[in-house]
Nanobody, 116 residues
Framework: VQLQASGGGLAQPGGSLRLSCVVS????????IGWFREAPGKDREAVAC????????KYADSVQGRFTISRDNAKNTVYLQMTSLKFEDTAVYYC??????????WGRGTQVTVSS
C-alpha cells in the first residue's frame, strides 16, 4: 500500500489549498483514510478522516468548518480542501490508511505554509 500526498504550498491567511492523497494497493472506498499534520516542535495530530463505505466524516475542532475531506472512488484519491487558512495551519500534512494487525500506512507528507 502506498499513499502519496500532494498539493501543499504557500498560502496567505484566509487563503485556500486542496491536498490530494492518491492511494495504491488498496481501495479508499473500503478503508478509512485520515489526514494528519505535524507542525515544528509539536506532535502529529489528527485533522480529518473519512470512514469506509458510507464515508462518515470527522474533523478536529481546530479545522471544523474550514476544512473538508472528500473521496473520489474512481480516482482512489482522498482530498482535503482547506479554506480560511490560519498561520497555525502551517505544518507537514500526511495521509494514512489502516494496515494489517493494527498497523498504519503513512504516505510522504506535503508542506503547507501559511504566511503573509
Amino acid at each position: 500500500v502506498q499513499l502519496q500526498a500532494s498539493g501543499g504550498g504557500l498560502a496567505q491567511p484566509g487563503g485556500s489549498l486542496r491536498l490530494s492523497c492518491v492511494v495504491s494497493g488498496t481501495t479508499v472506498n473500503y478503508n478509512g483514510i485520515g489526514w494528519f499534520r505535524e507542525a515544528p516542535g509539536k506532535d502529529r495530530e489528527a485533522v480529518a478522516c473519512i470512514s469506509p463505505r458510507y464515508g462518515s466524516l470527522k474533523y478536529a475542532d481546530s479545522v471544523q468548518g474550514r476544512f473538508t475531506i472528500s473521496r473520489d472512488n474512481a480516482k482512489n484519491t482522498v482530498y482535503l480542501q482547506m479554506t480560511s487558512l490560519k498561520f497555525e495551519d502551517t505544518a507537514v500534512y500526511y495521509c494514512n490508511a489502516p494496515g494489517p494487525r493494527g498497523s498504519v500506512y503513512w504516505g510522504r507528507g506535503t508542506q503547507v505554509t501559511v504566511s503573509s
